[in-house]
């Protein structure tokens, strides 16, 4: 049989190798306790919460897998608390849910629409 006389199955429309998505968001730590100020807008974790600085890894872990991205951006708020920001690509699609874990803090859950969210912000306390 040659190649030419074989027949071809479409591939499957459900999931593409590789198809991924990113997710962007804040981590915020809201009690003055918890940071630090820099003295020209910045801050950092302190305390138990001393890992949470610029440039800390946020985790993302999808069924066998995982993307990484890190926190940037850090700034003190007039409403007292200390932002970040982040940005993790290369997150699989179609996973059942997703562990988002911060500069070693505890994980949270999330689906997926959750994490394509464009007001994605996490709290730690």
């Known amino acids: 049989m040659s190649n030419s006389t074989r027949a071809h199955t479409p591939v499957a429309a459900n999931r593409l190798p590789g198809e991924t998505f990113v997710a962007s968001g ?7 306790g918890s940071f630090v100020t820099d003295g020209h807008g910045g801050c950092a974790g302190t305390g138990g919460h001393a890992d949470v600085k610029e440039g800390a890894q946020v985790v993302i872990f999808a069924g066998l ?14 409403d ?21 874990l911060v500069a070693g ?3 949270r859950q999330y689906v997926e629409h959750e994490l394509k969210s464009a007001l994605l912000a996490l709290r730690v306390d």
């Open 26 to 32: 804040t981590v915020l730590l809201g009690d003055r």
């Open 65 to 78: 897998g995982f993307a990484g991205g890190r926190l940037t951006d850090a700034r003190a708020l007039a």
């Open 80 to 100: 007292g608390t200390c932002q970040f920001r982040f940005t993790v690509s290369g997150i699989p699609v179609r996973q059942d849910s997703y562990l988002l």
């Open 105 to 107: 803090q505890d994980s």
